[in-house]
């Protein structure tokens, strides 16, 4: 029977704290590419093992959350995590978005409290192991090609291709296949509107080295 990601390893849920929108989710994920991968044991005491490393999007079902979604990753042949994986076995996924401290000098009363807004959202899937070449070009190229697409003069890779085929195996691939999703995004929204202001003010004077969540507190914001 498969393993499951044990429950205190997926991310809180607050109800006032939920994504505002799946769009938002899908925007975080594909943003903010360079994923933790993380798997029942395998760490000393039986500890999770975790590798930092990038995931990308393949596939995305036509309505709905990422459940059913099709993710790709890659990891170094040399790390031991992809032998500790069986196929169907569950890892969480986890993207970290936009993150700063809040200071309580951006708000009206005292005393008060600091806080840390952030975002985050958390993939649990099935997982499997796809040890080798053809699979591992695929899963680099279109890597490349998401990442890329992100940049505002792509690079392109067709003369380095054979390149990729003459080391691609040192390289482990994965398909992820989702089957839960969780998400966070703490952005101030349950202050008053001109404490948000100040607070995206703060980040921005900082600047905020952990992304730019000054954007999220302005474009989430509250109900006003």
């Known amino acids: 029977m498969p393993s499951s990601v044990r429950p205190a390893e ?29 798997s029942n044991g395998g760490g000393a005491q039986g500890a999770p093992t975790v590798t930092h490393a990038p995931v990308i999007i393949e596939r995305m079902p036509q309505h709905g959350d990422f459940v ?20 169907d076995e569950s890892v969480l996924l986890v993207f970290s978005g936009p ?10 009363d005292d005393p008060n409290v600091p806080t840390w807004d ?14 080798d070449r053809a699979s591992g070009m695929h899963v680099v190229t279109r890597t490349v090609e998401e990442l890329e697409d992100l940049e505002t003069a792509p690079w392109d890779m067709a003369t ?22 969780r998400a966070v995004f703490k952005v101030s929204q349950d202050k ?10 703060a980040a921005r004077a ?5 992304g730019d969540v000054a954007a999220l507190v302005e474009r989430i914001g509250g109900d006003e």
């Open 10 to 38: 997926l991310v809180y849920e607050f109800e006032k704290y939920r994504a505002p929108s799946q769009h938002e989710v899908r925007d975080l994920v594909r943003g903010n590419p360079f994923a933790l991968i993380v």
């Open 192 to 201: 008053p509107k001109d404490v948000r202001e100040r607070v995206a003010a």
């Open 99 to 108: 993150h700063g401290y809040v200071s309580p000098t951006t708000y009206a």
């Open 118 to 131: 952030y975002a985050a959202v958390h993939l649990t899937a099935r997982v499997t192991v796809l040890d």
């Open 68 to 87: 059913g979604a099709e993710l790709l990753g890659h990891i170094a042949r040399k790390n031991p995590q992809w032998q500790q994986l069986s196929d």
């Open 206 to 210: 900082r600047p905020c080295p952990h």
């Open 160 to 181: 380095s291709l054979p390149t990729f085929e003459r080391i691609v195996g040192g390289i482990v691939s994965f398909r992820f296949e989702v089957i839960e999703q």
